[in-house]
């Protein structure tokens, strides 16, 4: 299994989720709703999940082995990298043109 696409739907500057993540596996099967978190000690990947009948969250979908969810967080945390540096670099041009 590859994830062969990531995209950074929205990013946020306020609290602690930092932004809301697609990505695409294989080229065939889409996962919509990933969150990038700032937790305490560093940012982390939080699965989709929805609130159970208890108020408890569950996971809809997850990885399965350790190995697994550190290729998602992995992936997923070096694309949001690089869009906010994509970002970060329009705002320093968008300076200086003024």
Same mark, same amino acid.
Request: hydrophobic fraction near 45%; aromatic fraction near 6%.
């Given at each position: 299994?590859?994830?062969?696409?990531?995209?950074?739907r929205?990013?946020m500057?306020?609290? &602690?989720?930092?932004? =809301?993540?697609s990505i *695409?596996?294989d080229d065939?099967?889409? =996962?919509?709703?990933?969150k990038?978190?700032?937790?305490?000690? &560093?940012?982390?990947?939080a699965?989709? %999940?929805?609130?159970d009948?208890?108020? =408890?969250?569950r996971?809809i979908?997850h990885?399965i %082995?350790? %190995?697994s &969810?550190?290729?998602?967080e992995? *992936?997923i945390?070096d694309?949001?990298?690089?869009?906010?540096a =994509?970002?970060?670099?329009?705002?320093a041009?968008e *300076?200086?043109a003024?």
């Open positions: 299994m590859n994830i062969t696409d990531v995209k950074i929205r990013i500057s306020e609290g &602690r989720l930092r932004a =809301v993540v *695409t596996l065939m099967l889409a =996962v919509h709703d990933i990038v978190v700032q937790g305490d000690e &560093r940012l982390f990947v699965m989709p %999940s929805r609130k009948e208890n108020g =408890v969250f996971d979908v990885p %082995s350790p %190995s &969810r550190k290729l998602f992995d *992936t945390l694309a949001y990298e690089r869009q906010l =994509v970002m970060e670099a329009e705002a041009e *300076t200086e003024e």
